[in-house]
T-cell receptor, first 112, second 116 residues
Framework: AQSVTQPDIHITVSEGASLELRCNYS??????LFWYVQSPGQGLQLLLK??????LVQGIKGFEAEFKRSQSSFNLRKPSVHWSDAAEYFC??????????FGAGTTVTVRA | DAGVIQSPRHEVTEMGQEVTLRCKPI?????LFWYRQTMMRGLELLIY????????DSGMPEDRFSAKMPNASFSTLKIQPSEPRDSAVYFC??????????????FGDGTRLSIL
């Protein structure tokens, strides 16, 4: 079975600064990888996904993520954060069945 | 396009009462998932439907929980009788195709359930 670790529970970043959220996965074959964002009181919104091909994937809201097989990682980045990026971010991994395994989430606080 | 629609958004009820949560998946999606989110346990998959048939209900906590999908556009999650430890946010998600997790799941806004 697949699993995901998000090592950072909470990150605080200044508005305009860069952001990187870490995600490490465990899966024996090529994984399907996702990043979701959850704003307070809302559901999870898909930011981006990786299935195959180019290991640098672009998503919505100016986010990108890089798949590194050698490190079993799929870190999320944004060059310049906006106050509206304050939310909880979830990394998820899927395999050759219907199940997605979600990480525990990283809460991002943006300070002015 | 309408997303996944859940109702109610909030539910507060007393212990012992029956609770019914509702979900309308995205049209054309044939996979439907019910999740529960709590601070302690994060996101847990409760049950998975494919083409309206329950495929995996191993995440359903106990017999007090039941779920149905009478047609492709509607599903319910019922708790009877409810207990305070059932308090959580319940999400419904749907996706296109089935059997593989390479299709992203689209989530509703959830139902915040409080059992007093």
């Amino acid at each position: 079975a697949q699993s995901v670790t998000q090592p950072d529970i909470h990150i605080t970043v200044s508005e305009g600064a860069s952001l990187e959220l870490r995600c490490n996965y465990s899966y024996g074959a090529t994984p399907y990888l996702f990043w979701y964002v959850q704003s307070p009181g809302q559901g999870l919104q898909l930011l981006l996904k990786y299935f195959s091909g180019d290991t640098l994937v672009q998503g919505i809201k100016g986010f990108e993520a890089e798949f590194k097989r050698s490190q079993s990682s799929f870190n999320l980045r944004k060059p310049s954060v906006h106050w509206s990026d304050a939310a909880e971010y979830f990394c998820a991994v899927g395999g050759n069945d219907y199940k997605l395994s979600f990480g525990a989430g990283t809460t991002v606080t943006v300070r002015a | 396009d309408a997303g996944v629609i859940q109702s109610p958004r909030h539910e507060v009820t007393e212990m012992g009462q029956e609770v019914t949560l509702r979900c309308k998946p995205i049209s054309g999606h044939n996979s439907l998932f019910w999740y529960r989110q709590t601070m302690m346990r994060g996101l847990e998959l409760l049950i998975y439907f494919n083409n309206n048939v329950p495929i995996d209900d191993s995440g359903m906590p106990e017999d007090r929980f039941s779920a149905k999908m009478p047609n492709a556009s509607f599903s319910t999650l019922k708790i009877q009788p409810s207990e305070p430890r059932d308090s959580a946010v319940y999400f419904c998600a749907s996706s296109f195709r089935s059997g593989f997790s390479n299709q992203p799941q689209h989530f509703g806004d959830g139902t915040r359930l409080s059992i007093l």
